[in-house]
Structures are given as C-alpha cells and as structure tokens.
C-alpha cells in the first residue's frame, strides 16, 4: 500500500488525496472474512464498555490553566483606565481598554467595537433577534415587518458544513436556512449573489471565516471582497455574520492571512451590512471569558439600545480581569502559542490514526474515506463513503465512542450526502484520542465493507 500523498491548496483547507491502493482491491470472498473478523474486533470493543468522547470542540483543562493567572489578578483595583469602578452598573459598551483591545483583535477602531458578557454566541442571538423583531434602524426595518408584508419567511444563507449552533439560531427563530456549498476558498460565492439578487426575504447570513468550523477552510482574498460587496446587492436590512471565532488559533506556523472585511466594507459602502464576531472563549476560560463584536457606530448604537433594556451592563471585573491578563495582541499570540503546543499533538494524533487506519485503503475501488488537515481552529471534517455517515456514528456509540450526531454540520440536521462527520480532539487526553481514532477507524472499514457486501 503506497502512502498517501497530501496534495496542500492555496488556502488551508487541506483534503488528503487518497492513492489509490497498489494492492488489487479485496474479492466478495476476502471482504466477507475481513468483515466477519472486523465484526470479532468491533465486538470485544463493546464488551470493554468504554466512554469516550469525541464531540464538542471545547479546550482541555491544561488549556484552561493556562488562564488560571486571571484569578485574583486585580488584587483589589477595580479601576479601568478611564477611572470608572468596574464593580459598578453601566458601560454597555464595554470599558475602553477591553474596546481597544477588541478593535485590534478584531481589525477596527474602538468606537466600533462593542465589549460583552461571556459568550459571543449570545451576542448573535440578540443581533438576530433584535433585527428580526426590533429592526436594523427602529421598528421600520424589523425583518418580520418585511416577512409578513411580503407574505413569507425571513431566510438566512448557510455555508455548509458550518455550526451547528448556528443553524439552532436560525432554527429556534423559525428564519428558513438555504444551505450554500462550502468550496477550498469559502461559500460559493457566485451562488450566494445570485440567491440575493432574486429574494429580499433573506436577511443573514453565517460565516467562519477563518478554521471554519467544522471544515477549516480560510476563505479566500477573492471571497471576502465580494462578501463584502454582498449588502449592495441585498439592501440596507441584509446582515453578514462575520463569526471569526478561530482567528487566532493556529496550528502551523505562518498561519493564513484573513483579509479584514470590515476595511473592505468601509471602502464598498457596505459597513452597517457586517458584524465581525469574536471571543476569548478558546482563549482563556471558556465558559468566563469575554465577547466582542465591531460593526458601524450606527449599527452598535443601535444594537446597544436594545441591549440595554435587557441589562443594565456587562461584566466589566470580568472584562478588567481579562485586560490586566491578556494586555495586548503580541501577550495574546504568545497564549495561543502555548495552546497550539497542547493542540498540535492531539490533532497529530488523530490524523495519524486516520493515514495509518484508512489511507490508501478501497473497497470496490472507492476510498473508505477523505478527510481535513486544517491549519488551524478546532475540527477535522471526515467524509465517508456517500450514504455512511449516520451509521458510522452508530456503530461508534456502540462501541463507547460518542460523536457529533451525522447530520449536524448541515441547516435541518440534513447532510444531502449522509458523509460528514465532525471530530474535535481538543478536549480528550492523546490516550483517548488514539483509542477513540482506533475504534473510529475499524467502524468506517467496517460500515463500507458491510454496504459493499449487501449490494
Ligand atoms: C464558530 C463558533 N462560534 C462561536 C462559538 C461559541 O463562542 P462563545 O463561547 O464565545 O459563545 C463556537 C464554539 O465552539 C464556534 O465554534
């Protein structure tokens, strides 16, 4: 069996090329005792009981620790750098040093950025449903005024694979997803014009521009430009969710670029359609950490007055604490650098399992499977055989090992090829990752060999 042989794109979405085997492909006969000794296999696993845990993309404790100076850091000053008491109500914006800080990270100005609560997931939520109820620029512009005087519902476009959290947004507002295949480069970006050039209805759309989540792909110079061209062609209500989440959290060493989006707006007339989006939740504590989004000055105004009748300010101890810890980018990029060191053998790991268990392996001349190198962020997206997804993450659960549900990584739960299947190997110890990956391996042989067999 030869090796594989990785073939590296432009952009960082890294698909092994799967070579086919130089060992003829096994006859009904060698496929029926490799299935029944697989099965042997499959069966002494179950019987170990195991519970392992594949699942959701969340740091380790050893990652968690390397934020643990955040305790107690403020040693009794609570003053931020304008003076004010961080203990006290207000500040809706968020303190300046936390706005400053979010504006570099993000690529903006202060006055354009806008410091939160824990969770930036949240901070989409309440953009997508002050928009939809509230409006964009006041009760004019709320999308559902448009939904019912147009007779239908507001839609929002969906890169997919994408998250699955994402699409739970959409989903529990009752906003009509339109999946959008994902190319090497981002969204296929010809289509997405083309669906809004022909429906007002849609409002929104996803995007993890950078290590998407679950694909990884870093979209292309080319494609942010035209994202950004995107609101001239839907109009002044549209909304670009600019999730950059993984912006910092690289694998490799001279990491991809992103271009910024929000320059590219300002330039096109477009501001007021993008709101970028990040976090410290994969920074520092993920469940403690702080969000922020950038966006026009109209637009956070306008967002803020929504804000505000549901609290009266965010955590801005939390937000001091995180500014006294991080400082600035250069103090971020070296903690990332330490979280790459805890990543990197745990991604290592797992692709070593998939080349040593499925690389180069065919059955009736058809890969077992292909999968994602990514150059950052916190998946690798696996493809098996069209039709095999589902029952590949059953015969895992089976065997003790949980994954993310088939299906997930797609608006509805819907994967059109019943293929993807979303691994996160940050949170498990190398040790579960290689025997969660061993057991991962021999199910995807197992399942392609049995189909093949009851064809
Ligand atoms: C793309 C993306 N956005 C947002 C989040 C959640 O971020 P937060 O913890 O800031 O709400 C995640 C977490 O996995 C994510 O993958």
């Not at 029944?36 to 009981?49: I, N, P, S, T, W």
């Not at 690389?359 to 696996?382: E, S």
């Not at 059109?416 to 969660?436: C, K």
Request: proline content about 6%; some cysteine; charged content about 20%.
């Amino acid at each position: 069996m030869r090796a594989p042989v990785r073939r590296l794109p432009a952009r960082g979405h890294y698909r092994l090329a799967i070579q086919p085997s130089e060992e003829p492909d096994l006859n009904q006969q060698q496929l029926q005792a490799r299935a029944q000794e697989l099965r042997h296999q499959y069966d002494a696993v179950c019987a170990q009981k195991l519970n392992l845990d594949l699942t959701r993309g969340k740091p380790c404790s050893e990652q968690l620790a390397l934020s643990d100076a955040l305790d107690g850091i403020l040693a009794g000053d609570y003053r931020c750098a304008d003076g004010s008491d961080s203990r006290n109500y207000g500040g809706i914006m968020g303190i300046p040093e936390a706005r400053r800080f979010a504006a570099d990270y993000l690529g903006t100005t202060p006055a354009r950025t806008m410091v939160g609560g824990n969770s930036s997931l949240q901070f989409m939520y309440q953009i997508v449903t002050s928009a939809l109820y509230h409006g964009v620029r006041g009760a004019a512009s709320a999308w559902s005024r448009e939904a019912s005087a147009a007779g239908g519902r507001i839609k929002f476009l969906c890169p997919a694979p994408g998250y699955d959290r994402h699409f739970a947004i959409c989903e529990s507002l009752d906003i009509e997803m339109i999946p959008v295949a994902m190319t090497r480069e981002g969204p296929d970006m010809d289509l997405i014009e083309a669906l809004l050039k022909a429906d007002p209805l849609i409002k929104g759309m996803w995007c993890v521009p950078k290590y998407a989540n679950p694909d990884g792909v870093v979209y292309s110079d080319a494609v942010v430009a035209r994202m950004a061209g995107l609101g001239r062609i839907a109009g002044a209500n549209f909304r670009i969710l600019w999730d950059n989440a993984y912006a910092e959290h690289h694998l490799v060493d001279n990491p991809p670029e992103l271009a910024n989006i929000l320059t590219l707006s300002e330039a096109a007339g477009t501001l007021d359609n993008v709101y970028a989006i990040g976090s410290t939740s994969k920074i520092t504590h993920a469940g403690a950490g702080i969000a922020f989004i950038a966006s026009s000055e109209a637009n956070l105004t306008s967002l803020a007055d929504q804000l505000i009748i549901a609290t009266i300010g965010p955590d801005k101890v939390n937000q001091l604490r995180h500014m006294r810890f991080l400082k600035d980018m250069p103090m971020l990029r070296g903690l990332m650098q330490q979280h790459r060191a805890i990543l990197q053998p745990k991604f290592e790991s797992l692709l070593n399992e998939l080349d040593s268990g499925l690389a180069g392996k065919t059955v009736n001349g058809k890969a077992l499977g292909k999968w994602t190198v990514p150059q950052g962020g916190y998946f690798v997206l696996f493809d098996t055989q069209p039709g095999l997804a589902d029952i590949v993450v059953k015969l895992t659960a089976g065997a003790g090992v949980k994954l993310t549900p088939a299906g997930s990584t797609y608006p509805y739960r819907k994967d059109p090829g019943n293929t993807n299947i979303r691994l996160a190997p940050s949170f498990p110890s190398l040790q579960e990752i290689a025997a969660a990956m061993k057991i991962f391996v021999m199910c995807v042989e197992l399942a392609s060999i049995e189909r093949a067999l009851a064809q």
